[in-house]
């Protein structure tokens, strides 16, 4: 079998000229308190009361004066929230600046695509803002808090992951936030680690393409695609959605309280079962990644859906949830873990790129399904497999751009039927995610030839 020597092609000299960079990685973890004496809890009631107070009044006047900036926003009105509860210890006043602007900003946002339901963002859920005067990490078995009570400390509950990254050398954050569980009267809070990882300077490429429901990958010289499935996630939630609404639209009347409860209970199953897709797959590609120090290729999306990739979704708001679960859900996924492991991303132009062979530079003409034939050659392509190669290509030209065609110089084309020589693998390898969301690493694809080469 005749394969593309990507590694060879990736070690060519220039490939990547890019300034290394560090990043700081930052991990948010939670960690609950014991159960409090009631006495205690109240205490915590009370500051939420005052907080949430706070937070409500500094999001009225942001969004009244067009205000998304923090600074700002503590400038004009720090002074009067300080004064409304003099007895809470004053950097209260200061997170919720910080709280209020922030959500200010992405209600302000929304209100000018359109997308804002209300004329004033809701302020529903409250989580308080804690900075490094409010709270402080007394070893590892409790946190003590700042109170309009004084200090108060509560015992937390040991928590692996907290161990784990204390024990790995990442710092502790000095912003934390912490909710109020009434139910249990435990407090919840949300601990962030921090650390530096710098980029190395990659050997090679792994180049990822995204479509709706699976994610292709060009590791060595394979294509491996990944099924996620998120469109199909997405639009059969919202089909449940729609006769959920129907059947309640009948039985109460439009806009029920039943059947809000039910939507938001359908809402959070669908958004944990897409974070749980995206994550982990993502993870899988950025260890790999790391593992042979390659960087990872991504095309550069847009801002708003590409139409090509979604353009049989009628409805605005479903292709914009599509395209926010399978496309720029995903890319924010893989560039956080890659991140995480020093893996660097590299983006570059996403046109054409499954439109144009990979070694003659003609069209593919498309039929039906995902399989092509080039126009010049006259072999056979799938679509995938032919983005995954142009990825790479571009990734090589090293200006995002349309690159010269480096993968013809190096590929003895032999005017064969098939493209990369007579048997390369011009079929992907497809992986179900039945299959790869039990695993830990690729090793299994890797080392053991689990699946399958169609050739
Ligand atoms: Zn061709």
Redesign the pocket.
């Known amino acids: 079998m005749y394969r593309v020597n990507t590694a060879k092609l990736a070690v060519d000299e220039g490939a990547d000229e890019r300034p290394r960079g560090v990043n700081e990685v930052t991990r948010t973890i939670i960690v609950r308190s014991a159960s409090l004496a009631r006495r205690t809890f109240r205490t915590f009631v009370e500051l939420e009361g005052m907080y949430r107070n706070m937070v409500e009044q500094l999001v009225l006047h942001a969004v009244n004066n067009n205000i998304n900036k923090f600074t700002r926003l503590r400038a004009e009105r720090y002074r009067d929230v300080r004064s409304l509860y003099p007895q809470l210890p004053s950097h209260y006043a200061y997170t919720a600046c910080q709280d209020a602007a922030e959500r200010a900003h992405s209600f302000l946002r929304l209100r000018k695509m359109g997308r804002a339901r209300k004329a004033y963002p809701e302020v529903r859920s409250v989580s308080i803002w804690l900075d490094d005067h409010l709270w402080r990490a007394e070893g590892l078995t409790s946190i003590s808090l700042a109170t309009h009570r004084g200090r108060l400390r509560v015992s937390i509950e040991l928590n692996r992951h907290f161990l784990r990254y204390v024990n790995r050398g990442w710092r502790l954050a000095s912003e934390a936030k912490v909710k109020l569980d009434r139910r249990e009267r435990r407090l919840i809070f949300y601990i962030t680690f921090k650390k530096e990882v710098s980029e190395y300077r990659p050997k090679g490429y792994i180049t990822v393409d995204v479509n709706e429901n699976a994610e292709a990958v060009l590791i060595d010289d394979v294509v491996y695609l990944f099924e996620t499935d998120l469109s199909r996630v997405t639009l059969g939630y919202y089909y449940r959605r729609k006769r959920v609404q129907e059947k309640y639209d009948r039985i109460y009347g439009p806009g029920s309280r039943p059947a809000r409860r039910v939507f938001r209970r359908l809402g959070g199953n669908e958004r944990a079962l897409k974070r749980e897709i995206r994550w982990k797959l993502a993870a899988l590609i950025a260890r790999e990644a790391a593992r042979r120090q390659a960087a990872i290729v991504l095309e550069r999306l847009g801002r708003e859906p590409a139409n090509h990739m979604i353009e049989h979704i009628k409805d605005p708001q479903l292709r914009h949830r599509v395209f926010q679960a399978a496309f720029k859900g995903i890319q924010k996924a893989i560039e956080e873990k890659a991140r995480g492991h020093g893996v660097p991303v590299i983006y570059v132009n996403p046109k054409n790129t499954s439109r144009v062979?990979?070694?003659?530079?003609?069209e593919?003409v498309y039929g039906k399904d995902r399989h092509g034939t080039?126009?010049?050659?006259?072999?056979t392509?799938h679509r995938d497999v032919v983005a995954c190669y142009n990825l790479l290509l571009r990734a090589l030209g090293g200006d995002g751009g349309v690159a010269p065609s480096r993968l013809r110089a190096f590929v003895a084309v032999d005017g064969g039927p098939v493209?990369l020589g007579p048997t390369a693998a011009h079929e992907p390898a497809g992986v179900p995610r039945a299959l790869w969301a039990r695993w830990r690493s690729l090793r299994p694809i890797m080392n053991e030839q689990m699946i399958e080469v169609k050739a």
């Open positions: 062979c990979p070694i003659h530079g003609a593919i080039c126009s010049k050659g006259g072999e392509w493209p």
